[in-house]
Structure formats: C-alpha cells, structure tokens
Nanobody, 127 residues
Framework: QVQLVESGGGLVQPGASLILSCAAS????????MAWFRQAPGKVRVFVAA????????FYAEAVKGRFTISRDNGKNTVYLQMISLKPEDTADYYC????????????????????WGQGTQVTVSS
C-alpha cells in the first residue's frame, strides 16, 4: 500500500508556472505507475498525465500537452508535475494517483486505472 501527499498548489496569474509535488510513503515506490488527475469545480475528475515505473514512458491529456511535464524521482519517492503557461481553464484540484504494483502505465490513463489517491492540492489561475 502507498500513501500520497500532494503539495505546491496555489493562486497564480495566467501565463505563470507552478510545480506540484507528490510524496509517497510506503515501500517499493518504483513498482507503482503514477499519474496526476484534476477536478475543476462542478466537473468530473479527469486524467492529466501519467508516468511509468522507470520513467521511460509518459502520457498526457491533449489539453496539457506541451505545457505540463510529469516526472518522478524513485530515490525520493516523489512524483512531480511541472506546469507552464498556465491558463484559467487549468484551475482545479489536482490529485496524485498510484496504480496497482507493476501495472502498465497505459492503464493509468483509463477510468479505474488508479488505486491510491492523495487528498489533492488546489491550483487557481486567475488575474
């Protein structure tokens, strides 16, 4: 089992950058595929980005391609989401998620692929 804690959210202006972090506790972090999801006010939670266990594969939602970068440091049990050129439509609660151990990363992009969730961190993009 893995516990996830997100940090790094806040209020920023359009065009700004922000880096979210997700610290994982528990054993064998490197065996879990990881992902970020977001939920805007009044909307359902949606996939944002995913990364494989050894960082050799990443996937992104079309809305964030070219602006967001997911990465992980298995030595620090941490996954990151670097966000640049932020837009008001990026405003949402951002959630870190882990899949079942040894699951392929592609499954993380599909509904039901994540098994463990953090509590979320709020990102507001507004002038």
């Amino acid at each position: 089992q893995v516990q996830l804690v997100e940090s790094g959210g806040g209020l920023v202006q359009p065009g700004a950058s922000l880096i979210l972090s997700c610290a994982a506790s528990g054993r064998a972090f490197s065996t879990y595929p990881m992902a970020w999801f977001r939920q805007a006010p009044g909307k359902v939670r949606v996939f944002v980005a995913a990364i494989s266990r050894d960082s050799d594969s990443t996937f992104y939602a079309e809305a964030v391609k070219g602006r967001f970068t997911i990465s992980r440091d298995n030595g620090k049990n941490t996954v990151y989401l670097q966000m640049i050129s932020l837009k008001p439509e990026d405003t949402a609660d951002y959630y870190c998620a882990a899949g079942p151990q040894y699951q392929g990363v592609v499954r993380m992009t599909m509904p039901g692929g994540a098994m463990y969730w953090g509590q979320g961190t709020q990102v507001t993009v507004s002038s």
